[in-house]
């Protein structure tokens, strides 16, 4: 049985008001988008959590986030207005139109992004069947420059909470190069960075500077590491979110 909004976000204890302490005193960017009320009140009921997680509140009252310049981009609820700027939480993991008691992203959840094609996913039920490291309820990183799944050892909150109080800028050691800002800012949240030689040759890793980068949609980013993890490790990482209709920023 699908427990209907409201009853998902009557709760005591809101998780909101702290979500917006932390933003409000982030070490970094933030530009919090407008969402769009009903494309929350389906997404929640298809996630089944409440408002007093960070999961919820995100859904519920953000159209998504961007943060440090844009680096990393964390699935909401967008308005129509913003759509074209950064796919909502529900398409980016192809929720069902109406909310499906029986339906749950069996490789777990795609919260987020990052400029470089990174995939940070919350962890389901069983991560072991879906070939996933961590445990139910972790969040897991696919790095750009290695193209394995790397555990976390948080939840969503604690992990928002570092992204939104500096720890992006150890976690990126070796993966930003000199004026990054500049670049990533100038982005919408539906394309992101390609960078050649690829983030996982010898050649990046020796001097990430000398790399060109290019813009492409986040679609374009994500399957050509899907493709390359596949080739070189003969490994299928699995889905890393959908953007089947998302005009990415059109030029």
């Known amino acids: 049985m699908v427990r209907l909004f409201e009853n998902l ?21 933030v530009e919090v ?24 509140a995100v859904v519920v009252h953000t159209g998504g986030l961007l943060i440090d310049h844009g680096w990393l981009r964390v699935y909401g609820s967008p308005s129509s207005g913003d759509a074209d700027r950064l796919i909502g939480l529900a398409a980016v993991n192809g929720f069902p139109a109406s909310p499906e008691p029986s339906w749950f992203p069996g490789h777990g959840l795609v919260v987020a992004h990052d400029v470089l ?31 394995q799944w ?8 604690a992990w928002l909470a570092w992204a939104l109080g500096g720890g992006l800028e150890d976690f990126t050691e070796g993966l930003r190069w000199h004026g990054w800002e500049a670049e990533t800012r100038e982005l919408g949240g539906g394309r992101g960075l390609n960078v050649f030689p690829p983030l996982w040759s010898r050649q990046a890793h020796e001097d990430l500077d000398a790399t060109s980068r290019r813009d492409v949609p986040m679609a374009e ?21 959908s953007f089947e209709g998302h005009t990415a920023d059109p030029r």
């Open 9 to 29: 976000a009557s709760t005591r204890r809101p998780a909101w008001p702290e979500l917006q302490s932390l933003v409000s005193g982030a070490s970094v960017t």
């Open 33 to 56: 988008l407008a969402p769009d009320a009903a494309t929350a009140r389906r997404t929640l009921e298809q996630l089944q959590v409440t408002t007093s997680s960070y999961l919820g």
């Open 117 to 147: 094609g990174g995939t940070f996913v919350l962890n389901g039920h069983d991560p072991e069947a879906a070939g996933r490291p961590g445990k139910p309820g972790e969040m897991i990183y696919l790095a750009p420059d290695t193209l």
């Open 150 to 157: 790397e555990p976390l050892d948080v939840g969503h909150a």
């Open 221 to 241: 980013l994500v399957e050509m590491a899907r493709s390359a993890a596949a080739q070189i490790d003969g490994v299928d990482v699995g889905p890393l979110g």
